[in-house]
T-cell receptor
Framework: AQKVTQAQTEISVVEKEDVTLDCVYE???????LFWYKQPPSGELVFLIR??????QNEISGRYSWNFQKSTSSFNFTITASQVVDSAVYFC??????????????FGPGTSLSVIP | AAGVIQSPRHLIKEKRETATLKCYPI?????VYWYQQGPGQDPQFLIS???????DKGSIPDRFSAQQFSDYHSELNMSSLELGDSALYFC?????????????FGEGSRLTVL
């Protein structure tokens, strides 16, 4: 069965600090996708990144970076020089793709990030 | 680019009433998913449809039903509403032919049951 764990329930950082959000996943499939979504107070789910299980390259997008390590089943997300607008709940998610191409996405419990000015 | 459209965005109902949420997927997307997100919770998968047939079922209560129509839009029908049904309901869509695993989410419909 698939499962996503985000051990950090809430994190508070001071503006301009770096922060890493942890994500550990479980799946029996060899083909799967990992995602990060941001949910600001307004409620919508904002897609940040998708990574497939065959691509372990780390990715950087502006102040955001992601570290995918299959050996530890982790897909961690780092925000560099955090800003108040980064305050949101961040969800790590997993989709298994081996059986069908319309597999649902399973979300982790989320990490609530507060960036203090 | 057109996104997933959900309506209504906000809905207030009384206990035991019925509510219907609508979802219009991205044009050409043939797969629709419904999620329920309670306060302080992560989105929970309810049900999905591919080509008007139910493709997967999650933690959807028996009081809820859903369907996908020939134009691929979907409706989630909720009857005998309970206080615990108050939540943000997300619809997402994808295209079966391009199994990238990515779901495109709508902005959600917020249901409040009084």
């Amino acid at each position: 069965a698939q499962k996503v764990t985000q051990a950090q329930t809430e994190i508070s950082v001071v503006e301009k600090e770096d922060v890493t959000l942890d994500c550990v996943y479980e799946t029996r499939d060899t083909t799967y996708y990992l995602f990060w979504y941001k949910q600001p107070p307004s409620g919508e789910l904002v897609f940040l990144i998708r990574r497939n299980s065959f691509d372990e390259q780390n990715e950087i997008s502006g102040r955001y970076s992601w570290n995918f390590q299959k050996s530890t089943s982790s897909f961690n997300f780092t925000i560099t020089a955090s800003q108040v607008v980064d305050s949101a709940v961040y969800f790590c998610a997993l989709s298994e793709a081996e059986k069908t191409s319309y597999d649902k996405v399973i979300f982790g419990p989320g990490t609530s990030l507060s960036v203090i000015p | 680019a057109a996104g997933v459209i959900q309506s209504p965005r906000h809905l207030i109902k009384e206990k035991r009433e019925t509510a219907t949420l609508k979802c219009y997927p991205i044009p050409r997307h043939d797969t629709v998913y419904w999620y329920q997100q309670g306060p302080g919770q992560d989105p929970q998968f309810l049900i999905s449809f591919y080509e008007k047939m139910q493709s997967d079922k999650g933690s959807i209560p028996d009081r809820f039903s859903a369907q996908q129509f020939s134009d691929y839009h979907s409706e989630l029908n909720m009857s005998s509403l309970e206080l615990g049904d108050s939540a943000l309901y997300f619809c997402a869509s994808s295209l079966f032919e391009t199994p990238t695993g990515e779901l495109f989410f709508g902005e959600g419909s917020r249901l409040t049951v009084l």
